[in-house]
């Protein structure tokens, strides 16, 4: 089946760490976007990337990076910069073209320890 | 700056009944406006995309339909059922890397 994978599920972090949250997918997406959701909140773009070795920063692109070295992968780190990284973080691709639709995995929830 | 509003933020309804979900934006710039829905910790799931040169799309039960000239959307559901209880957001799409998306209508389906 085609799709979009986020792994872990859930994940903590220390005061000062750095997590890594990953998102893979097999639909052969040019696209692929990272957001965060807040409770009772819409979803907020922090990065998006139309292409391979190429990526753009979002609305909230602060304390976060990504990497695109793989069509398949997009994978997103939460640094220490980020001082409320409580939220439910959500990954999607979509094909090249701007008329196409957006599907998303099932989400990462990170909280602090 | 695109805003997108969702308007109610939650709504009740027993079992059976026909509703409509609204969804509105102040910039009619678009390329397209999906509407999704999102079960409790779970993702976002694509239920219809239209357009920004259609009027509504239908799929089954639901029919979305799209005025860009007033900045609206609507969610038709028909024949509401309890498995239809879910949070449910418009999405509008503003060039190929940015969606805005509104925060959202929590539908409760009473059977």
């Known amino acids: 089946d085609g799709g979009i994978t986020q792994s872990p599920k859930y994940l903590f972090r220390k005061e000062g760490q750095n997590v890594t949250l990953s998102c893979e997918q097999n639909?052969?997406?040019?696209?692929m976007y990272w957001y965060r959701q807040d409770p009772g909140q819409g979803l907020r773009l922090i990065y998006y990337s139309q292409i391979v070795n190429d990526f753009q920063k979002g609305d909230i692109a602060e304390g976060y990076s990504v990497s695109r070295e793989k069509k398949e992968s997009f994978p997103l780190t939460v640094t220490s910069a980020q001082k409320n990284p409580t939220a439910f973080y959500l990954c999607?691709?979509?094909?090249?073209?701007?008329?196409?639709?957006?599907?998303f995995g099932d989400g990462t929830r990170l909280s602090i320890l | 700056k695109q805003e997108v509003t969702q308007i109610p933020a939650a709504l009740s309804v027993p079992e059976g009944e026909n509703l409509v979900l609204n969804c509105s934006f102040t910039?009619?710039?678009?390329?397209?406006l999906q509407w999704f829905r999102q079960d409790p910790g779970k993702g976002l799931t694509s239920l219809l995309l239209?357009?920004?040169?259609?009027r509504e799309q239908t799929s089954g039960r639901l029919n979305a339909s799209l005025d860009k000239s007033s900045g609206r959307s609507t969610l038709y559901i028909a024949a509401s059922q309890p498995g239809d209880s879910a949070t449910y957001l418009c999405?509008?799409?503003?060039?190929?890397?940015?969606?805005?998306f509104g925060d959202g209508t929590t539908l409760t389906v009473k059977p």
């Open positions: 999607a691709s979509s094909g090249r073209e701007v008329n196409q639709p957006q599907h």
């Open positions: 910039d009619s710039a678009i390329y397209n």
């Open positions: 639909l052969n997406h040019d696209a």
């Open positions: 999405a509008v799409r503003l060039n190929a890397g940015k969606s805005t």
């Open positions: 239209i357009q920004s040169s259609q």
